[in-house]
């Protein structure tokens, strides 16, 4: 089995900061890409940033200049410092990776189970 385990959202006023984390954990042979994707309410999740394995991040209009995805392919844990936070980033943050597990050759997508970001105004 594989679990993706985020953690650090919470409640920021506009302006502020946060830093989200995301391990991945199991039987784990290696990871691809790794990312960040949010769904406000009523809205359809969309990405945030990803990082692959080796190679260059990418992100979301809205996300650059103001928020980093970084990993440490060690933990098998990814980053997202966002910076300048505004009320229209208040969403569910949601973890993705692309991973294989020890024995098989497929690779497989997971998804953590969210974390709220909530920024008042």
């Known amino acids: 089995q594989v679990q993706l385990v985020e953690s650090g959202g919470g409640l920021v006023q506009a302006g502020g900061s946060l830093r989200l984390s995301c391990a991945a954990s199991?039987?784990?042979?290696?990871?691809?890409?790794m990312g960040w994707y949010r769904q406000a309410p009523g809205k359809q999740r969309e990405l945030v940033a990803t990082?692959?394995?080796?190679?260059?991040?990418n992100y979301a209009d809205f996300a650059k200049g103001r928020f980093t995805i970084s990993r440490d392919n060690a933990k098998n844990t990814v980053y997202l410092q966002m910076n300048t936070l505004k009320p229209e980033d208040t969403a569910v943050y949601y973890c993705?990776?692309?991973?294989?597990?020890?024995?098989?050759?497929?690779?497989?997508?997971?998804w953590g189970q969210g974390t709220q970001v909530t920024v008042s105004s």
């Open positions: 993705n990776a692309v991973i294989r597990r020890i024995g098989y050759s497929a690779m497989y997508n997971y």
């Open positions: 199991g039987s784990i042979s290696s990871i691809n890409v």
């Open positions: 990082i692959p394995s080796g190679g260059t991040t």
